[in-house]
């Protein structure tokens, strides 16, 4: 084979065979195929697509051209979650608890934080002493034991992946459903679940705009998961507001124990338990009425709390912080961002709301930069919110008060403020499987 040929039957819109697309993944792994050609095979998809079948097997040489995690140890079916990435988006540390609660066995590996969004390794960090890394054998006990455990991603997994989006990153092939879906996937199957759950996220915080767009992409995510035998479904939420009243990561953390307290937003609650059913479902638990039913008993009779409670305390944090939130530290400076007229929000541009908690530092700006984990916003009226002037809206936290104007700033400019209340769409938009 020749990765030239290779490259001019893709652009002659011609699928390429489950051989064809190994070769080209070896070799740019093994570093026998240079960036150039890549590149050009890569701008060929964006253009021409790929079928089912094509994208199945390039997401798996992607995963299997590292560690692939062996979870066939765990007593029942694996379940795992994914979100395309929002912003105040703390579900996984809701919905884990919850889903151990009911039976189920959650074996997560998540990623950190990267430009506006929020990473749930870095809102675990929040908790003292708590441990994000942890050797297969004690990860696969974890589950065994409590039904629980969330790591950050072994540096060995989908390393492909790691390759293939640098150069997409400089060529202009970022935005390419098959291309994202296939990254996306591979870390997915590399992980081990057996079933999956895909939070896809839809709105001016994510990275698809559109719910026609949203769709497109999670039907190429539920396909590949067909193809390589997963049970995958996909659920598009709303991410044109932030998702409950915290961005930031001790914030975030605190709104975590308070929605397993019961005294979460409505809306953060709704879209957990939601998503918690959807998961029992997929592990093979209990019917989907069924299952609701059971995650609302358990977060009511508290049994999702002490999940969580005995996660933190296996990976050795402390567990003092369910009960004392004074241990999860936020920010000494505040500022209030007051309201500006009467009236009603009826628009945030969450990404610029994401990026204003980066500016107060509860994010990074590069790769493995430094992070405040005390910094963020608490947010105390969103879109259909009514509002009088002068009135907080937000209170913004940081550890650096010289950050506060520009961040008061991004913010501000990120509320549409208006007379007439807005249609607030519910914040489960679609179910694809």
Do not use: W
């Amino acid at each position: 084979m020749r990765m030239y040929d290779i490259i001019l039957k893709k652009r002659a819109n011609v699928p390429l065979t489950d051989e064809e697309i190994r070769f080209v993944i070896d070799g740019y792994v093994k570093g026998d195929i240079p960036d150039y050609q890549v590149s050009a095979l890569l701008m060929t998809i964006v253009f021409n697509g790929m079928s089912a079948r094509e994208l199945g097997t390039l997401t798996l040489a992607m995963a299997q051209s590292g560690h692939m995690v062996d979870l066939s140890s765990i007593d029942g079916i694996t379940v795992d979650k994914h979100s395309t990435g929002g912003v105040g988006d703390k579900t996984t540390l809701i919905i884990g608890p919850l889903v151990a609660a009911c039976g189920g066995k959650v074996a997560k590996m998540s990623g950190r934080g990267l430009g506006h969004t929020g990473g749930t390794i870095d809102k675990m960090e929040s908790i003292p002493n708590l441990k994000v890394s942890l050797e297969q054998d004690d990860f696969i006990n974890q589950v065994n034991r409590i039904g629980l455990a969330v790591i950050g991603q072994s540096e060995g997994l989908a390393p492909a992946d790691k390759k293939l989006y640098a150069l997409r990153d400089v060529t202009g092939t970022v935005d390419s459903i098959p291309l994202i879906a296939s990254s996306v996937m591979s870390k997915k199957l590399a992980s081990g679940a057996q079933a999956i759950l895909l939070d896809v996220k839809v709105g001016s915080g994510a990275f698809m705009k559109t719910i026609d767009d949203a769709r497109a992409l999670a039907k190429a995510m539920v396909d590949i998961g067909t193809e390589n035998g997963r049970s995958v479904k996909a659920v598009l939420t709303d991410m044109d507001r932030p998702l409950g009243h915290a961005i930031g990561n001790a914030l975030e953390i605190r709104e975590v124990i308070d929605t397993l307290k019961g005294r979460g937003p409505q809306d953060l609650t709704h879209e957990c338990l939601i998503m918690a059913a959807h998961m029992l479902v997929l592990s093979h638990i209990c019917d989907y009425e069924t299952a609701l039913s059971r995650v609302q008993d358990a977060l009511d009779s508290g049994e999702a709390l002490e999940r969580l409670r005995l996660m933190i305390e296996a990976q050795g944090g402390n567990i003092h912080v369910i009960n004392d939130e004074s241990l999860l530290a936020i920010g000494k400076f505040t500022y209030d961002v007051t309201a500006p007229q009467d009236g009603y929000i009826i628009h945030m541009n969450t990404e610029q709301c994401g990026i204003a908690s980066v500016m107060l530092g509860a994010g990074r700006t590069v790769k493995d930069g430094p992070i405040d984990y005390s910094a963020g916003i608490v947010m105390h009226k969103k879109t259909g919110d009514s509002v009088i002037c002068g009135e907080s809206v937000a209170t913004l936290y940081t550890s650096d008060e010289s950050l506060i104007p520009n961040a008061a700033k991004t913010y501000v400019e990120a509320i549409t403020f208006g007379t007439t209340a807005p249609t607030v769409v519910d914040t489960i938009l679609d179910i694809v499987e």
